[in-house]
């Protein structure tokens, strides 16, 4: 079964996860998540599985 809910982006360019979403999914605030747009361009959250250290590495160095 596919559910989708649908959040606002603040001001500030972030997104509140609802709770129903956080507690289904396992994701809390130390969780890395990746994004994609799907074929009806929705934005597609998944939990990041590569190492978050070497994720702030290279965004680090993407900033540079």
Known sequence: TRKSWLVTVGDDGLINIPDEVL???????????SWEYDEN???????????????????ALEVM
């Open 41 to 59: 361009g929705m934005i597609k959250l998944t939990k990041h599985l590569d190492d978050p250290d070497q994720l702030r590495l290279s965004q």
């Open 23 to 33: 507690k289904e999914t396992g994701w809390d605030e130390n969780t890395y998540l």
